[in-house]
């Protein structure tokens, strides 16, 4: 292949690779290796400790499947958290509806300020957040894990948009976690993450669903093909209380013109290929096999 390219390899000696025009920034935070690129066609790249963040075209790929399946669920979606998120793209889908409030939790200041300054696909959302003239909107530039553990206000929605479970991400996958996000959920409230690929970091989604299966009162599972990741890729959503994770709220979902999350379609989510059903029946006590297996 000639030109210049960017590979992020999976384990398995698997790879995504895109052709690049040029790198725009790269920068180390204390945290981690932050860095943009104009790919060829895909817009602009962010990629963090070698991994792919988002490709301009084509990120709702993966913020439409993790914000308006949980936000079209949830009867009554008020009060949202986001820990992570710092590209700025799930609280500006968040925006579209109409919330009390939004409060996002970025440990790392650099990547919404390289966010904001080169990848520009917020829509002015972090701009707002730090200016604060967004009235529904908040940033606190803190640690996700202690942030929850000390947080005092309760939400509706609670969701993990992070890098995959390696350095300061990691406890945003620990059983501890999950247990402090059912704890600030009101009575009924719902909880999303996004677990990994199912094929290459198959670990990874496994151990998220058990994990969040032991704290939450109902959990699900569910895959998306996402442009620029190894797909497809897994979400785990946990329930608290009485919500039905299996039904959305259509009229609200018309006026979102989505493009890659299909409303008309959710129930075709819990579909999921054998090779997770096996993979998840090997481990799983019989009432959440139970579940798995109804699809
Ligand atoms: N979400 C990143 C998902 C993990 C990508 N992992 C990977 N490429 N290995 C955060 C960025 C989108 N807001």
Redesign the pocket.
């Known amino acids: 292949m000639g030109g210049k390219h960017f590979i992020?390899w999976?384990p398995g000696n698997y790879g995504?690779a895109l052709k690049i025009k040029n790198k725009i920034i790269e920068k180390k935070s204390q945290y981690q290796k932050i860095e943009i690129y104009e790919t060829e066609n895909f817009g602009k790249m962010?990629v963090i400790d070698e991994?792919?963040?988002?490709l301009e075209k084509g990120?709702k790929s993966?913020?439409e499947p993790l914000v308006h399946t949980v936000l079209l669920a949830h009867p009554n979606p008020r009060r949202i958290l986001i820990i992570?998120?710092?590209?700025g793209?799930?609280v500006r889908e968040v925006l579209r509806y109409d919330i009390d409030f939004v409060e996002m939790v970025e440990i790392d200041r650099e990547v919404i300020e390289i966010s904001m300054n080169y990848l520009k696909i917020d829509n002015g959302v972090l701009k707002s957040l730090i200016n604060k003239s967004e009235p529904r909107a908040s940033l606190t530039i803190e640690d996700g894990v202690e942030y929850i553990k000390n947080c005092k206000k309760i939400f509706d929605v609670v969701i993990v948009?992070?890098?995959?479970p390696v350095k300061a991400a990691k406890p945003l996958f620990s059983k501890d976690f999950y247990k402090h996000i059912y704890n600030i959920l009101d009575e009924k409230g719902l909880f999303i993450t996004?677990a990994?690929?199912l094929y290459f970091?198959t670990k990874n989604t496994i151990e998220t669903y058990n994990k969040i299966e032991k704290v939450f009162d109902k959990t699900h599972i569910f895959i998306f093909p996402v442009k620029?990741?190894?797909s497809p890729?897994s979400f785990v959503v946990g329930v608290k209380g009485d919500i039905d994770f299996e039904r959305v709220d259509l009229k609200k979902a018309e006026k979102l013109k989505l493009e890659y999350y299909d409303p008309w379609n959710h129930r075709a989510l819990f579909y999921l290929p054998r090779y997770l059903k096996d993979s998840l029946l090997s481990q799983l006590n019989m009432e959440a096999s139970f579940l798995i297996l109804r699809g």
């Open positions: 992020e999976y995504i962010l991994k792919i963040q988002l990120e993966y913020h992570g998120g710092g590209d793209c799930a948009d992070s890098t995959d996004q990994g690929s970091l620029g990741y190894a890729w």
